[in-house]
Nanobody
Framework: QVQLVESGGALVQPGGSLRLSCTASGFTFSIYTMSWYRQAPGNERELVAS????????NYADSVKGRFTISRDNAKNTVYLQMNSLKPEDTAVYYCNGRSAGKKYDYWGQGTQVTVSS
């Protein structure tokens, strides 16, 4: 059974930091591109960051470049999103995604809430 379990979401003040984690099971994590998406109320789900299977290449949305860092530990089947200098506009549900080559398989976690507010 495929599972992606996110954790680390919380209420944080503007300028603060959080680290999200997503632990995978039920598929060969090390060969999947992993991504973080987010969805704010009334908005479409958007790509935040992605990382290739070996971790050799990353990609970020312009809105988070220089503030967020995606990383992975294939030995732990876990992908991380370090979020620094958080802004109120970063408030959203953050979802973990795993996608195989050619997009044949596409898995999603249940999401974790991040709220940035004073």
């Amino acid at each position: 059974q495929v599972q992606l379990v996110e954790s680390g979401g919380a209420l944080v003040q503007p300028g603060g930091s959080l680290r999200l984690s997503c632990t995978a099971s039920g598929f060969t994590f090390s060969i999947y591109t992993m991504s973080w998406y987010r969805q704010a109320p009334g908005n479409e789900r958007e790509l935040v960051a992605s990382i290739t299977s070996t971790g050799g290449s990353t990609n970020y949305a312009d809105s988070v470049k220089g503030r967020f860092t995606i990383s992975r530990d294939n030995a732990k089947n876990t992908v991380y999103l370090q979020m620094n200098s958080l802004k109120p506009e970063d408030t959203a549900v953050y979802y973990c995604n795993g996608r195989s080559a050619g997009k044949k398989y596409d898995y999603w976690g249940q999401g974790t809430q991040v709220t940035v507010s004073s």
